[in-house]
């Protein structure tokens, strides 16, 4: 069972520059998020969404997409990437709305935007 | 002031050592509290939710204290293998069907042989 997956696990990006980070899972949770973990915070939300085709915003949506036409794929799009936006880039997904039931944690996107 | 704090520690302790780590919120309309551990560049992983009752598994025991909005996390004979970021999370309902789950910046734990 592969559970949470994401792609890359490491990207160096330019100023300027888009790109999508990946994330799938397995376990046909219909809850899943994005978070981000910088040094000294909590992990923050970004976006989330409680099934296909409904997305919300987070705490720091700002910079970022996101969109959900299936139940499995939960792409995060950074449109013009800021030094700011270097973090830890972490997706979840859980059997129900937040706090409500354990979220599972995909492995990670590294991301430096020089 | 943070809406979840914990001492970032690092808490350093020996083999076989209990170890207390406690945790404040500040939104009193939370309604849900958690212990996630995450190990040195991996993921978080769920330790244990904490019941209003409060609760043990093994050498784990978490408690919550909702009148002075702390929770605890005890570890028992601490092991090698116990060494890790514990991160507190507590879910809070804002704007009526709004849930949202807030993490701690974690407390280290270095177990020493």
């Known amino acids: 069972n592969a559970g949470v997956t994401q792609t890359p696990k490491f990207q160096v990006l330019k100023t300027g520059q888009s790109m999508t980070l990946q994330c799938a899972q397995d376990?046909?949770?219909?809850?899943m998020s994005w978070y981000r973990q910088d040094p000294g915070m909590g992990l923050r939300l970004i976006h989330y969404s409680v099934g296909a085709g409904i997305t919300d915003q987070g705490e720091v949506p700002n910079g970022y997409n996101v969109s959900r036409s299936t139940t499995e794929d939960f792409p995060l799009r950074l449109l013009s990437a800021a030094p700011s936006q270097t973090s830890v880039y972490f997706c979840?997904?859980?059997?129900?709305?937040?706090?409500?039931?354990?979220?599972?944690f995909g492995p990670g996107t590294r991301l430096t935007v020089t | 002031r943070k809406e979840v704090e914990q001492d970032p520690g690092p808490f350093n302790v020996p083999e076989g050592a209990t170890v207390a780590f406690n945790c404040t919120y500040s939104?009193?309309?939370?309604?849900?509290f958690f212990w996630y551990r995450q190990d040195c560049r991996k993921e978080p992983k769920l330790l244990m939710s904490?019941?209003?009752s409060g609760n043990e598994d093994g050498r784990f025991t978490a408690q919550l204290n909702r009148a002075s909005q702390y929770i605890s996390l005890l570890i028992r004979d601490s092991k090698l293998s116990d060494s890790a970021t514990y991160l507190c999370?507590?879910?809070?309902?804002?704007?009526?069907?709004?849930?949202?789950?807030?993490f701690g910046t974690g407390t280290l734990l270095a177990v020493q042989p």
């Open positions: 376990m046909n949770h219909e809850y």
């Open positions: 939104n009193s309309a939370s309604q849900s």
């Open positions: 979840a997904s859980s059997g129900a709305a937040a706090g409500l039931s354990e979220q599972y």
């Open positions: 904490v019941y209003s």
């Open positions: 999370v507590v879910n809070a309902v804002y704007g009526g069907a709004t849930n949202k789950l807030i």
